[in-house]
């Protein structure tokens, strides 16, 4: 929820118009809730409502030039279909991309693709309980790019024509969704929300509907629902970006201006009043769910705009959640606890009501116990509130969120924005910048004390709850709902003591001896960066970006990654995936010491390992560097990797397991990478008796060795120069003693191969008989030693998508069109892969493999038309630009391109070499790669009926 400040009830940011409405408190349709509060609001955003009741937003913002994002709100969703339109809503999301008064069926993608704009159903549309929103991305600002937009939204809130050729593939393709989407997680959720809001409409209401009524209902009801809520006094344009305000306001007014409802009025759905029901219990057991105990508690729905009182609570919910989270963190940490994970959350459910829940993940067979601690860790806070440690780092963290936004206010993007304004419709915030943030949250600091901090969380224990929810892959002996409400009433009456107030440990990593300069400094001006050499032998690269203010990243690579591991011995690297080198802590401080030192810093420290590095990874506000520093090089030096750190990771393996084998997506995900390197052990996954029993030495020695020994690059990105940056530099990694020139190598090492035989591979899921999932790879090439042969690859992976959809989904009994990708290695000499992945159902295989050939054989016999490759190429130009705007392009681009003349001639030319690549060229490089002879398929089909077999 945003924060505001500004006078109430003003035209802002415009003069009043002709062709607008002041804005009013009581008028009908969506309300801008400055309009009703005590709280100003942020000047730069224009409000208006046209005659008809439209109503708008538009915000400019320079932050990215040229960009310009458009959001389409419409008051209406699930809780506003009829029991006999039950899924009506998210269906017209589909229809309208198919069919619309500007564009008939299939022109409105081709259309935005020439312009670089990608756009489609699941993508751009999404159906929320009480609100729908279409979204629409301009890569520039010109002219034509903005009257494509505007007919775009314009056609989305009254111009579709729901063609009926298209209208029974779509309503496969939302069949299909619900079929892919029927997971154990979605089936507990509707089935929780039964019995959270019992008597009231989303609790009969299924999220994305009922399949009969999207497969059956007649053409007729899906029109009369479109003409009914798709009126202009439900409706909102946000518009976001580098525009000129009154230029957008015309606009606006000439496209909308004359649109009028299609009806009367619109059904009024009564969503059901809340009511307590005091504490219960709800369990939900499946094959596939983790175990979780969820403790929650319940109240009304908030439907007061929001003013200064509600701004203040907000603060302190805020407060609340932190210190409790890092309690909970604090308590899930020890070696005896019965918990491996624990925090608290709140949930907002649109027109019905609000919750706080404790989300607690038991060790397995500590179920009970799990419980028992969480709900005394709950009373406990409840009755003797917080200590003043817990208050003050809690204070200081918020505090700092708050001023670390502020400064980064320049720079927000336009999607940020969008979704905010958007959002406070529903959320009835007023919008706001972050300096008025900081602002109110000064004058409103005296008020947000430790006591109002405990009497806050008071009041949220009196909410109506809680309701203990228990879920897992079996029931729990002894725990069914009524022993749980039992347990819990004898629980609520148990002795407390009260928590330990200790002080924070000071930070114990802030000198590393004595500092060293750089002995080089070279400035590569084409790509725009300083890079600096030091004695022993760590380099650095630094660019300086505008691109987010008050943003620094930086990376720390020990160069090697998997290239220093055999691609045959078996090696545990796959549970790096799941390990937290912070979580693990530093030899003199724990995890939650690091996190109390630092109350009041901005910082971040991950660890992964990449085919060519060991990186560490941090992320800070440019006067937080030099601690960023200090971070990194003490877990480079000294990562204390804590057993019972570990041990909770471990305990969590049995549900990523049992979840990730509930899809198809999962299975396939978890075996992609080892099929398609030729079982080569680096990423060869464990299986899960080899995690349980993988040893902490075992898994410190791996991170060890792939930290030492080796040459250090480090890359620093944002907004930062390279005299601020210096001073860290020196004071940490220039104090590192000599570091070797290389790093050892083994045989094999700098290798990875696509496989040439058992080019089928059929695996198995064990969720729903209609989920199946097909892959189809051929072998390609790397990205840097022919950078023109790379991009040409894109565009071949492009032009064989947009003929693709052009061919038809339905053909294959597919539910999307099969984005091909092509995937390219920056470190294998000689690796990369094209292919292509679709949901099917079980037995469509053959069908698609026969019509994916087909089509490829097309473009080796007919090369991509010059529209084909104009929107081809369009499209890989927008994605460009908007890499080019991240910090973290750059922060994956620098490392090794000093050293590396493909990879600095890639990122030079990138551009001009997608913008050169002929249609001979594509056909060329069709005929060259995609060989079916040598081609992997993938298979994912559910486990067959009576056996348990796992992939």
């Known amino acids: 929820m945003a924060v505001a400040l ?112 990608q756009m489609g159903a699941g993508q751009q549309a999404r159906v929320s309980e009480g609100e729908t929103n279409y979204q629409i991305t301009l890569p520039r600002n010109d002219e034509a790019t903005l009257e494509t937009g505007f007919t775009v939204m314009q056609d989305m809130a009254f111009g579709l024509t729901f063609p009926e050729a298209a209208l029974q593939r779509d309503r496969d393709l939302v069949v299909t969704q619900m079929v892919n989407q029927a997971r ?8 929780w929300l039964r019995t959270a809001f019992a008597g009231q409409l989303l609790a009969e209401r299924p999220q994305k509907g009922q399949r009969d009524i999207v497969l059956y209902t007649p053409r007729e009801s899906i029109i009369n629902f479109y003409n009914s809520f798709y009126r202009p006094d439900l409706t909102t344009l946000v518009i976001v970006g580098d525009v000129d305000v009154d230029q957008i306001e015309k606009r606006l007014q000439k496209t909308f201006g004359g649109w009028k409802a299609k009806t009367p009025d619109y059904p009024k759905r009564d969503p059901g009043a809340f009511t307590a029901k005091g504490p219960r219990a709800y369990t939900y057991f499946e094959p596939g769910l983790p175990e979780i105990i969820d403790i929650t508690w319940l109240k009304p729905v908030e439907m007061r705009f929001q003013n200064r009182d509600l701004v203040r609570d907000m603060m302190l919910e805020n407060l609340v959640l932190a210190a409790l989270n890092a309690r909970l963190e604090r308590a899930a940490a020890k070696a005896d606890s019965p918990i491996t994970r624990a925090s608290i959350n709140t949930g907002h459910f649109q027109r019905t009501g609000d919750s706080a829940g404790f989300f607690v993940m038991p060790k397995p067979g500590q179920t009970q116990e799990a419980m028992s601690l969480a709900v005394e860790l709950i009373r406990q806070a409840g009755e003797f509130g917080f200590t003043e440690a817990e208050y003050q780092r809690a204070a200081a963290d918020y505090e700092a969120s708050l001023q670390q936004r502020k400064a980064g206010e320049a720079t927000r993007s336009n999607e940020w924005l969008a979704d905010m304004v958007a959002g406070s419709i529903d959320g009835r915030y007023v919008i706001n910048t972050p300096s008025q943030d900081v602002a109110f949250y000064e004058s409103l600091k005296p008020q947000l004390t430790r006591e109002a901090m405990n009497a806050y969380l008071k009041d949220l224990l009196r909410r109506d709850g809680p309701l203990i929810s228990l879920i897992g892959p079996a029931p729990v002996a002894g725990l069914d709902a009524k022993a749980i409400e039992t347990h819990y009433a004898e629980l609520s009456k148990a002795k407390l003591s009260p928590p330990e107030d200790t002080a924070a440990k000071a930070w114990a990593y802030d000198d590393f001896g004595a500092a060293q300069g750089p002995v080089k400094t070279v ?133 990523f397991y049992t979840y990730t084998n509930t899809s198809p997506s999962g299975v396939l995900g978890l075996h992609l990478a080892r099929i398609l390197y030729n079982n080569d052990s680096r990423v060869t996954p464990l299986s899960q008796a080899d995690f349980t029993t993988l040893s902490n030495e075992t898994l410190a020695g791996i991170v060890r060795a792939s930290l030492r020994d080796a040459p250090v690059e480090i890359t620093i990105v944002g907004d930062i120069t390279v005299d601020q940056a210096r001073p860290a530099l020196d004071a940490t990694f220039g104090t590192l003693a000599k570091l070797p020139a290389t790093y050892a190598t083994v045989d094999g090492g700098s290798e990875v191969h696509f496989p040439t035989s058992g080019l089928f591979k059929t695996l198995y899921h064990q969720g729903g008989a209609e989920q199946a999932l097909v892959l189809i790879a051929f072998p390609t090439t790397d990205r840097y030693t022919s950078p023109e042969t790379a ?78 490759l104009l929107r081809a190429r369009q499209l890989l130009l927008t994605r460009l630009n908007e890499e080019t705007r991240t910090n973290g392009y750059w922060l994956g681009l620098l490392p090794g391109a000093a050293d590396n003349p493909g990879q600095r001639d890639y990122a030079l030319k990138r551009k001009a070499l997608i913008e050169a690549v002929t249609p001979a060229q594509v056909q060329d490089l069709a005929k060259q790669y995609l060989n079916p002879d040598k081609a992997m398929k993938v298979l994912v089909l559910p486990v067959p009926k009576g056996e348990s077999r796992a992939s």
Do not use: C
């Open 6 to 117: 500004a006078v109430p009830g003003v035209w802002v940011g415009a003069d009043v118009t002709a062709y607008a409405e002041p804005l009013k408190a009581g008028k009908s349709g969506a309300q801008f809730a400055h309009i009703h509060s005590d709280l100003p609001v942020d000047p730069t955003a224009r409000f208006g409502r046209l005659a008809n009741g439209m109503t708008y937003v538009i915000y400019p913002n320079g932050t990215q030039p040229g960009k310009v994002v458009m959001r389409l709100r419409v008051g209406a969703g699930v809780l506003d279909e009829a029991d006999e339109e039950s899924g009506i809503a998210n269906l017209i999301t589909y229809m309208a991309f198919s069919g619309s008064a500007h564009y008939p069926q299939g022109d409105l993608f081709r259309q935005l693709e020439r312009q670089g704009i």
């Open 184 to 191: 154990p997680l979605e089936r507990h959720y509707e089935n």
């Open 523 to 655: 400035r590569d001006e084409a790509l725009d960066y300083t890079r600096l050499t030091y004695a022993n032998g760590v380099t650095v690269n630094i660019k300086t970006t505008k691109l987010k203010a008050n943003e620094v990243v930086v990376t720390v690579r020990s160069a090697g990654g998997l290239k220093r591991l055999s691609p045959k011995a078996p090696t545990p690297v796959f549970a790096l995936n799941f390990y937290d080198l912070f979580e693990g802590g530093l030899v003199k401080m724990s995890a939650a010491e690091i996190n109390e030192s630092m109350a009041g810093v901005n910082f971040n420290l991950s660890y992964h390992m990449t085919d060519d590095a060991a990186v560490l990874f941090g992320q800070s506000g440019t006067k937080d560097f030099t601690l960023q520093m200090q971070v990194l090089r003490a877990f480079y030096s000294d990562a204390a990797f804590d057993p019972g750190y570990l041990e909770r990771v471990r305990h969590t393996v049995p549900s």
């Open 791 to 868: 991009v040409g690859l894109d565009l071949l992976a492009e032009v064989i998508s947009l003929r693709h959809y052009e061919a038809g989904r339905a053909e294959t009994g597919s539910t999307y069109v099969p984005l091909a990708r092509n995937v390219t290695s920056t470190t294998f000499k000689g690796f990369g892969y094209l292919s292509a992945t679709v949901q099917i159902y079980p037995g469509a295989e053959t069908g698609f493999y026969d019509s994916f050939l087909a089509l490829v054989d097309g473009v080796k016999t007919q090369p991509p038309s010059a529209d084909e």
